[in-house]
């Protein structure tokens, strides 16, 4: 974490990527983070510029159309998410310009990616007392079929700690020129339109 840092201003010429946690607005905070791709000594890293979130009560539909203006402020007009809420997201990005599209990777594969930019001191977070308590309340499990999961204490929150991770790996993905996170989805025909436009042509990817 750079200390005192609590965000950065978006810069022309940079490209940004963005990932949100959504929410119905009822228990969960609805959260955005935006990133870049950075390159030191040939190693590719990634630098959090945002992350923000609403705590419930809020109405979704106002959260969004914030959240959209945040990420066309920064010059991004594709967001990353999970499938919560089925089709809502997707319909409610869209029709304010942002495309929405499903992370191929799900939560414990997006924060096995993310923690060796932690350990190899890859990436930089912004300073958020908020952000620092959930990252260092996660805990990782390994379960009985073998696999992994990550994921947060009982009665806790890793709202924030989701979009910083999903946003942060996709930057990293995005400087190597690795674009298969943002596999989506099918989308409608001006969203995919949007799509092919800023990554070119993806194949639609469907994650049980």
Same mark, same amino acid.
């Given at each position: $974490?750079?200390?005192? #840092?609590?965000?950065? &201003? &978006?810069?022309?010429?940079?490209?940004?990527?963005?990932?949100?946690? @959504?929410?119905?607005?009822?228990?969960?905070? $609805?959260? +955005?983070? !935006?990133? =870049?791709?950075?390159?030191?000594?040939?190693?590719?890293?990634? /630098?959090?510029?945002?992350?923000?979130?609403?705590? @419930?009560?809020?109405?979704?539909? *106002?959260?969004?159309?914030?959240?959209?203006?945040?990420?066309?402020?920064?010059?991004? =007009?594709?967001?990353?998410?999970?499938?919560?809420?089925?089709?809502?997201?997707?319909?409610?990005?869209?029709?304010?310009?942002?495309?929405? $599209? /499903?992370?191929?990777? !799900?939560?414990?594969? !997006?924060?096995?990616?993310?923690?060796?930019?932690?350990? *190899?001191?890859?990436?930089?977070?912004?300073?958020?007392?908020?952000? #620092?308590?959930?990252?260092?309340?996660?805990? #990782?499990?390994?379960?009985? *079929?073998?696999?992994?999961?990550?994921?947060?204490? @009982?009665?806790? =929150?890793?709202? +924030?700690?989701?979009?910083?991770?999903?946003? +942060? /790996?996709?930057?990293?993905? #995005?400087?190597?020129?690795?674009?298969? /996170?943002?596999?989506?989805?099918?989308?409608? *025909?001006?969203?995919?339109?949007? $799509? !092919?436009?800023?990554?070119?042509?993806?194949?639609?990817?469907?994650?049980?």
């Amino acid at each position: $974490m750079v200390p005192g #840092r609590a965000s950065l &201003p &978006p810069v022309s010429d940079t490209a940004y990527v963005a990932f949100v946690d @959504p929410s119905g607005g009822a228990q969960d905070a $609805m959260t +955005l983070a !935006i990133a =870049h791709a950075e390159t030191t000594d040939g190693d590719v890293g990634a /630098v959090l510029d945002l992350a923000t979130a609403r705590t @419930p009560p809020f109405s979704p539909e *106002s959260v969004v159309k914030e959240f959209c203006g945040i990420l066309k402020g920064y010059g991004v =007009h594709t967001v990353v998410g999970d499938r919560y809420g089925g089709e809502w997201p997707r319909e409610a990005f869209g029709k304010r310009g942002v495309a929405y $599209m /499903v992370s191929e990777r !799900i939560k414990s594969e !997006i924060y096995a990616e993310f923690l060796p930019l932690i350990t *190899s001191q890859r990436c930089d977070l912004l300073d958020l007392p908020e952000l #620092r308590a959930q990252l260092t309340a996660l805990e #990782r499990r390994r379960r009985a *079929s073998g696999r992994d999961v990550v994921d947060h204490l @009982p009665g806790a =929150h890793d709202d +924030l700690a989701n979009a910083v991770a999903g946003a +942060l /790996v996709l930057a990293a993905l #995005r400087g190597t020129g690795d674009t298969g /996170v943002l596999a989506c989805e099918r989308q409608p *025909s001006d969203l995919q339109a949007t $799509m !092919i436009h800023e990554f070119g042509p993806i194949e639609p990817y469907f994650h049980e």
